[in-house]
């Protein structure tokens, strides 16, 4: 009788330890499945943010070799009267940028290469006829 109880005392400790291992397993299987649909969420995330980032970039173009100072106090106008001359194109509506400017800190020996500019046109599909 004694041995028993000591065993059904032992098989009731077993069945408590399986009865929270059930727990701890349902927990973890939760949690991988929240990190499946995060693993989702964050690809779509990326995606979008590559899409976003084409986006911006498309409007945009670098021009490289221009030297510096010949573009005055506004880098705007100088590519607006330059860029149809240079590339012998005419354009309706007329150039238009949303931002212009060049990379990096100015030079103080004057010397090297001149600094790239880049500029953001207002219209992708004058961006992809000057290129």
């Known amino acids: 009788m004694a041995e028993t109880r000591s065993m059904r005392l032992e098989i009731a400790g077993f069945q408590s330890q399986i009865s929270r291992l059930d727990q701890r397993v349902a927990t973890v299987e939760a949690q991988a499945a ?27 173009i670098r021009l490289l070799g221009i030297p510096e100072g010949t573009e005055g106090a506004d880098i705007s106008s100088y590519l607006r009267d330059m860029l149809p001359k240079l590339t012998d194109t005419t354009f309706d509506p007329p150039l238009e940028f949303q931002r212009a400017h060049r990379l ?28």
């Open 34 to 60: 929240s990190w499946t649909n995060r693993d989702q969420e964050l690809l779509h995330l990326r995606s979008r943010l590559t899409d976003v980032e084409d986006r911006s970039r498309r409007n945009k």
């Open 104 to 131: 990096g800190p100015k030079r103080q020996d004057g010397k090297g290469h001149p600094r790239p500019i880049i500029a953001c046109m207002l219209r992708h599909g004058q961006a992809h006829q000057l290129l």
